[in-house]
């Protein structure tokens, strides 16, 4: 860290925190930071939240969670385009959001319930 930019930090702690070791607190802090940044499960949740952080996508989900559908009724439910639908779809199953198989000619999806509910889990641990 650039020693101005750490003093800067030292300053506003001593105005900011009742501390008696700025240094100290300031070094547990960059500790926790740094496991923090660290931290694999962030990772995961990026992927979730990046995936789930989109209008279209949530009503993906909220489709499939009735049953299983093809491309072809996401185009109607969402008046979107195949292409459009078959980005949004990408980005669901990369995040293990959603699954995709052949049924006949059409690819049909359905939700990873287990998969979102160990998101909502890891959310809950981390962020609560």
Same mark, same amino acid.
């Given at each position: 860290?650039?020693?101005?930019? !750490?003093?800067?930090?030292?300053? &506003?702690?001593?105005?900011?925190?009742?501390?008696? +070791?700025?240094?100290? #607190? %300031?070094?547990? *802090?960059?500790?926790?930071? +740094?496991?923090?940044?660290?931290?694999?499960? %962030?990772?995961?949740?990026? !992927?979730?939240? +990046?995936?789930? =952080?989109?209008?279209?996508? *949530?009503?993906?989900?909220?489709?499939?969670?009735? &049953?299983?559908?093809?491309?072809?009724?996401?185009? =109607?439910?969402?008046?979107?385009?195949?292409? =459009?639908?078959? #980005?949004? *779809? /990408?980005?669901?199953?990369? =995040?293990?959001?959603?699954?995709?198989? !052949?049924?006949? !000619?059409?690819? #049909?999806?359905?939700?990873? /319930?287990?998969?979102?509910?160990?998101?909502?889990?890891?959310?809950?641990?981390?962020?609560?």
């Amino acid at each position: 860290m650039d020693p101005d930019h !750490k003093k800067e930090i030292l300053d &506003k702690l001593i105005k900011c925190e009742d501390i008696n +070791n700025p240094d100290l #607190h %300031f070094k547990q *802090l960059r500790e926790l930071g +740094n496991h923090l940044i660290q931290n694999p499960s %962030f990772d995961d949740l990026i !992927k979730f939240v +990046n995936a789930v =952080a989109n209008r279209k996508r *949530l009503i993906i989900i909220n489709t499939l969670k009735e &049953k299983d559908r093809c491309v072809c009724e996401l185009e =109607a439910v969402l008046d979107e385009s195949q292409p =459009a639908i078959s #980005h949004h *779809l /990408k980005i669901l199953e990369n =995040a293990g959001l959603i699954r995709g198989w !052949k049924k006949g !000619k059409f690819t #049909h999806y359905d939700i990873v /319930k287990e998969q979102i509910i160990s998101y909502m889990d890891i959310l809950n641990q981390k962020l609560i």
